[in-house]
T-cell receptor, first 114, second 113 residues
């Protein structure tokens, strides 16, 4: 059973298009995250939801919009894609309430914008 | 603000030798410290964590890490490296007031046969 699953694994698209990445966790965690890993492998937090409430919203262009329909799902929609959006996007989950907060990651979604 | 530094981009070690991957951190409160490993085209896998208690923590695959409060360090160690340990290693920190991990820049470990 995959603990944190995200789809699709690969996206290749043209500049200006809109795309979505979906994430689901079956660990019963209360918090989910989106991280971006760039070509130099730097990992940066983008968003976090705790029990469907947005708790972290880092300096990210408003073309990026997260949505959490329930605490097991966190989706990422990106409008008007730009070349600089090319990266690997990782979804993660953790148990913040009563936990130490270690993250469990999905396998990543590699976005290539042409 | 919380931050993590991994001063080495790459560490090379011969199989069977001990390895150390360095990490220093900066937080305003008490730190929660973590190590993760990333294999090519994969997500990050949790290795070990320090929350409180014994300064030497043991984790998966024979790895351990030593928390040193005075030096604000949390170095990853393994007594005998394997070729299969070759991967990208990330140190991460969270202070008690923050709700996300901040990651270091990563250290590529290359274990030669």
């Amino acid at each position: 059973d995959t603990a944190v699953s995200q789809t699709p694994k690969y996206l290749v698209t043209q500049m200006g298009n809109d795309k979505s990445i979906k994430c689901e966790q079956n660990l019963g965690h209360d918090t989910m995250y989106w991280y971006k890993q760039d070509s130099k492998k730097f990992l940066k937090i983008m968003f976090s939801y705790n029990n469907k409430e947005l708790i972290i919203n880092e300096t990210v262009p408003n073309r990026f919009s997260p949505k959490s329909p329930d605490k097991a799902h966190l989706n990422l929609h990106i409008n008007s894609l730009e070349l600089g959006d090319s990266a690997v996007y990782f979804c993660a989950s953790s148990q913040l309430g009563g936990g130490s907060g270690e993250l469990f990651f999905g396998e990543g979604s590699r976005l290539t914008v042409l | 603000a919380q931050s993590v530094a991994q001063p080495e981009d790459q560490v090379n070690v011969a199989e069977g030798n001990p390895l150390t991957v360095k990490c220093t951190y900066s937080v305003s409160g008490n730190p929660y410290l973590f190590w993760y490993v990333q294999y090519p085209n994969r997500g990050l896998q949790f290795l070990l964590k320090y929350i409180t208690g014994d300064n030497l923590v043991k984790g998966s695959y024979g790895f351990e890490a030593e928390f040193n409060k005075s030096q604000t360090s949390f170095h990853l160690k393994k007594p005998s490296a394997l070729v299969s340990d070759s991967a990208l290693y990330f140190c991460a920190v969270r202070d008690t007031g923050r709700r996300a991990l901040t990651f270091g820049s990563g250290t590529r470990l290359q274990v030669q046969p």
